[in-house]
DNA sequence: ATATAGATCTCGTCA
DNA sequence: TGACGAGGTCTATAT
């Protein structure tokens, strides 16, 4: 244990990322306070000093400090243990590491940036250059501004001189997605000294729940049925199939 | 290469967490479409056969495939690929990786769950017990309940026999958490066929934002600070200073 | 720093 | 299975 500890502490200062594999448990006192008995999971501590405690079995981690956390490693009576602290959040952490599988640490260097396509940005930016998705008069004006009227995903208006909000969802529109498209058309109607049948609100989503759509329907605003960008599809769905798929 | 992705397969089937430091490239298709140009990264598959790919900073994984799904792991041109379905989220990955720093697996055994105390369904529970919290004249008739007017944290009603909504929230309430209430109260008013004036909506949280509270008071809702059960504060936060904090 | 909203959100829970 | 809301949400962006 004195020579894992040792190990860490050494990491720590090269900003390696570390793992370890054991048996730990877990105290945490911060936004909530929270506890974990002992069990064998993964530890992960990254350059920039988040700390990661995974079970072996769900995606998000159990326990975890953010980023730019400070970290101090102890052996007592045997077990390893690390304190961490985020001064600015408030929050602390201490691991009590009984046993050990395995250790590894590794300085990693990474500055690449994913590429998305697909998110609800794309969409908004696929109705405002094809406005007959909406409706054959419906003219934009802007997109996916942060306007003085907030963040409207598409903004415009229709040959009757009405304005028009479209609210736009990747998925499944839901009931506070009505009531976001409700606030921005009241936050306009109000910002124009308009009455509110002088704006049309309009949700654009593949799909809307049914609750969703007679609260809509009951404020006087529409649903248009639209997919997500289709996007380039530059991935091979019909994956190879040698070997076995586990 | 050839032998590790034999280690691989064979910690796939044992249901190992199995962790792999290295280089790779990592493209996603599914809810969206995502790449990722070669860096130094930490792949982690978990035994529920979840696949995340981390880099090192940043608490998040930036890649990932959820539990149940499928792994086909391949030597190809010295690299190893490991291509990866979910057919029931239509959703598919594929890593190359192109230099191994480290592996290891291990089959871990973990059935513990956390326990949390702080939540906002303990906040609820606090205010339920102790409604003078709220007001003098609140009477509390039910908490956290999937009634048929919605999911309300605290409902009741005061002297004058006005029925009272309490949407309840841990930080500081914004603008979705005035229209979360404000849905609440029109549901129920229309529901018992009563007034709006007859419902009175509250915001118990520690802070609320500006834009909130105009939010709130210009629908005629309040505010009341009520800040989050202080939790047991059993975890020192004088956390013992004995070496260093890295 | 705060405010706002998206996310391949995830996760739990209930009808 | 869908619907709904919390989350120690996290992350990005604008003010």
Same mark, same amino acid.
């Given at each position: ?86 001064? /600015? ?83 499944? /529109?839901?009931?506070? /997605? ?31 729940? /049914? ?36």
């Amino acid at each position: 244990m004195e020579s894992i500890a040792a190990k860490i502490k050494e990491a720590l200062k090269r900003n390696e990322t570390i793992v370890i594999a054991g048996e730990c448990e877990v105290n945490y006192s911060g936004r909530v306070e929270a506890e974990l008995p002992i069990g064998e999971r993964l530890l992960l501590i990254k350059a920039d000093k988040a700390f990661l405690v995974h079970q072996p079995e769900g995606h998000q981690p159990i326990n975890y400090m953010r980023s730019e956390s400070k970290h101090q490693i102890n052996v007592e009576e045997g077990n390893i243990v690390i304190r961490s602290q985020n001064l /600015a959040n408030k929050d602390f952490m201490k691991v009590i590491i009984k046993k050990v599988h395995f250790y590894q640490s590794k300085k990693l260097e990474d500055g690449q940036k994913i590429r998305v396509v697909g998110t609800e940005k794309d969409m908004s930016e696929m109705i405002y250059k094809n406005p007959e998705l909406i409706s054959k008069d419906f003219k934009p004006l802007s997109m996916e501004e942060h306007t003085k009227y907030g963040f409207i995903d598409v903004f415009g208006h229709d040959k009757e001189g009405n304005i028009v909000i479209i609210e736009c969802k990747r998925f499944r /529109a839901d009931l506070s /997605a009505v009531t976001q498209l409700r606030r921005y058309v009241e936050k306009i109607a109000t910002a124009k000294g308009i009455g509110l049948e002088k704006v049309r609100g309009i949700i654009a989503a593949p799909k809307i729940t /049914a609750n969703a759509k007679q609260m809509l329907e009951d404020w006087g605003y529409s649903f248009v049925a639209v997919n997500p960008p289709a996007s380039y599809e530059k991935y091979d769905k019909n994956q190879k199939t040698l070997g076995n798929w586990e």
